[in-house]
């Protein structure tokens, strides 16, 4: 049986042929869903300054510093991924990153 990525980890995916395998911070992912997939969102380099990014503490499994765009936010199937860091992100991390995502979706 694969492994079930769960919430605060970060994953390699595999996003298809269009999009370039990325890491990903998994924000929820539950296994008695009617689908077998995790809402993620994708973790970049790239920084421009919105109220829906987080800059991410630096962690050696990143290479370069790093963001995460709430915008960003997607679903993908279990079987997209690849394999998971050697750590996560902390609390402090994941309510941030909820924060940006409730002000992306202005709930």
């Known amino acids: 049986m694969r492994t079930v990525p769960q919430p605060g980890e970060v994953w390699f995916v595999d996003l ?7 890491h990903a911070l998994v924000l929820a ?17 790239r920084f421009e300054d919105t109220p829906y990014e987080v800059t991410l503490p630096r962690v ?28 996560k992100f902390d609390d402090r991390v994941i309510n941030d990153v909820e924060a940006a995502l409730k002000r992306w979706l202005r709930l």
């Open 16 to 22: 298809g042929l269009v999009a370039k395998p990325r």
């Open 29 to 45: 992912a539950q296994t008695d869903a009617r689908l077998a997939l995790a809402s993620v969102v994708l973790i970049t380099k």
């Open 60 to 87: 050696p499994w990143l290479q370069e510093q790093s963001y995460i765009n709430a915008q960003s936010i997607q679903p993908v199937k279990f079987i997209e991924f690849v394999r998971k860091a050697p750590g």
